[in-house]
């Protein structure tokens, strides 16, 4: 009964782990941004002719400098510097490198500890390699979706920015200043890359690069069309906003029509969980053989499969894009 109870204490802590970081890294990292902003404010100017500062923007160095100048030449470096600053996250790939090593040798380690198969070794370096990456591409679609929440109401600042007699850029700034993250820091960007020299269609193009969603490329194509060849740009953001906001009134409906086969995959996949915990507390001797013996450890490893495997199908199946 010992590696059970092992088992199961390990995926107990791991679960409360995840779920108070989640719940208090958000925090954690705005107090910090809070600061900094408050830092720089206070810092008195200096005024001498050995100031080293530049309008240059410098770019944030990691733990190892070397690999993050060797992934900056790579595709693959990148697409993580892009998948880092989709995610909102203040960290460099050098950084995430690290941390995928440091999690492959926890992940061996806890492994190696609770059993001696041969197989389980790989199994665990390759979550602890993936498990940053991971976490990291979870950060950057919530961030994505927290940002097609937001952007109706970006369009109608626009649009109402623009018919009180507002430019566009001042417009963009306006929506930097006044909404929330991430909507105010995408457009902040933006709003200082084109006030910084950066072409307006550049500069959009990037906002469409940095948040990928149709809507926002719909933005985009709308701008651009509308300053080569003229119209009301402020009717054609109202346009905009009631079609976003269309769309995500029709994907409630369609999740509480999929509620049920979304609550199935849930009790599908935790149901076996439970019921092994019962078996065990209820007959140890006849659930230790899964543990002991190597046809157990085998049937365990097919079984989390198909777990695994029929969760992500009927997620499938539910999944409607609207």
Partial sequence: MMLPFVVFAFVVGLVMAAYFALANLPGILAGRELENRLRDLSMPLETGGGDDSSVVRQEKSGPLPAIDRMLDATRLGHSLKRLIERSGVETTPSAMVVAAIVGAIAAAFVGSLLTNQAFVLPIAVLIGLSAPFLWMRFKAKRRIKRFEEQFPEALDLLSRAIRAGHAFQTAMGMVASELPAPVGIEFKKTFEQQNFGLP??????????????????????AVLIQRDTGGNLAEILDNLAHVVRERFKILRQVRVHTAHGRFTGYVLLALPAFLSLALMWINPEHMGLLFTEHMGHIMLAIALTLQTVGFFWIRQVIKIEV
Avoid: P, Q, S, W
């Fill in 200 to 221: 307006l269609k550049d500069a959009l193009n990037e906002l469409a690069d940095r948040v990928a969603l149709l809507d926002v490329r719909f933005f985009v194509t």
